[in-house]
């Protein structure tokens, strides 16, 4: 009876263990999001983050003609739309004097109606003859004759077509000016080009040209950069950060610079990609410079914050 006990509980076991497995696989499956959460890491930490420029441009010439005037300098600040310096305006102007004296020409002639109303009046009088001559043939017969009828009904057809040609030019000399408003807003915008502007604040760190210099569209004229707004980029590991990290908060601290304030930021981009190498991907954090604590190629750490869920 002993040796048939001690096989009946083996045999027990030998059942239960799947059963067993079977809820503790559906216990972990009910556990509490939130104490899964909790189990991971408040923050994550990554070191060797350099810090790069985001905003930076090369102001280039964008019409052809001579550099007359250069308005900054190495190291000045400069507002959106300041103009940074001047290609010789003359022939431009001239265009635009040109363009606005033919759209004033096609203006004057597009709103003169003097040969529509005449084309009108013609219509009226010939309208009218031909009726009276219908009405005096039809009171007394034979009273007009026929080639009369036939003479005052072409006159008539004819001051129709007359006026339908007139408000036909109408619309001709309509169309006309259009094209030369079109044409005078061509000019003034070649005008406008002969000014190089900033397209956005920022410091100008370099100046290309020199007054007096023959430059064609696409030249670069200025290098203009903005540090209110710089990007802090760094590896971690793929293990520990993915896409849903993208919005998070993000602290940037200068290296051997412990006692400075970190500077906020935000996760704008984890990498799809997992180097094969090593197993990180590459993150970016876009830092908050307004308070110019930090500039293009320093080194420090950041500390991702998950957002809170």
């Known amino acids: 009876m002993g040796w048939i006990d001690l096989l ?30 909790s189990q991971q890491p408040p923050s994550l930490n990554v ?7 985001i905003d930076q441009v090369d102001v280039p ?16 600040r400069v507002e959106s739309k300041q103009i940074l310096g001047e290609l010789d305006p003359q022939e431009a102007k001239l265009l635009v004097d040109q363009a606005v004296a033919q759209e004033a020409i096609a203006a004057q002639q597009a709103i003169d109606d003097v040969a ?10 010939a309208t009218e003859e031909h009726a009276r001559l219908a009405k005096a043939n039809q009171e007394q017969p034979r009273s ?58 920022g410091v100008v760190v370099s100046v290309l040209r020199s007054p007096g210099e023959w ?6 004229l200025f290098r203009i950069v903005s540090i209110d707004r710089l990007r802090a ?23 051997q610079e412990p006692n400075t304030s970190p500077v906020e930021g935000t996760v704008v981009f984890v990498s799809p990609e997992v180097d094969p190498v090593n197993g990180q991907v590459r993150l970016w954090v876009d830092l908050d410079n307004r308070l110019g604590q930090l500039k293009p190629g320093m080194r420090g750490s950041l500390k991702i914050l998950w957002p809170a869920k």
């Open 61 to 76: 010439a964008q019409s052809l003609g001579v550099l007359s005037e250069i308005k900054v300098q190495e190291g000045d």
């Open 233 to 255: 980029e760094g590896f971690a590991q793929s293990t520990s950060i993915d896409g849903k990290a993208q919005g998070a908060k993000a602290q940037f601290l200068i290296d």
């Open 215 to 220: 430059v064609k569209p696409g030249d670069k």
């Open 144 to 201: 007009v004759s026929e080639s009369e009828l036939a003479k005052a009904k072409q006159a008539m057809d004819q001051a129709l077509l007359e006026l339908e040609k007139q408000e036909k030019e109408n619309q001709l000399k309509r169309l006309q000016w259009d094209r030369t408003k079109s044409d005078l807003a061509i000019a003034q915008r070649n005008l406008a080009l002969r000014s190089v502007t900033a397209p956005w604040p």
């Open 8 to 37: 009946s509980n083996q045999a027990m076991i030998q059942h239960r263990t799947p059963r067993l497995a079977s809820c503790l696989l559906v216990w972990f499956a009910l556990l509490p999001s939130s104490w899964i959460r």
């Open 116 to 125: 529509i109303r005449a084309a009108k009046l013609s219509v009226a009088f």
């Open 47 to 53: 070191q060797s983050v350099i810090v790069r420029l």
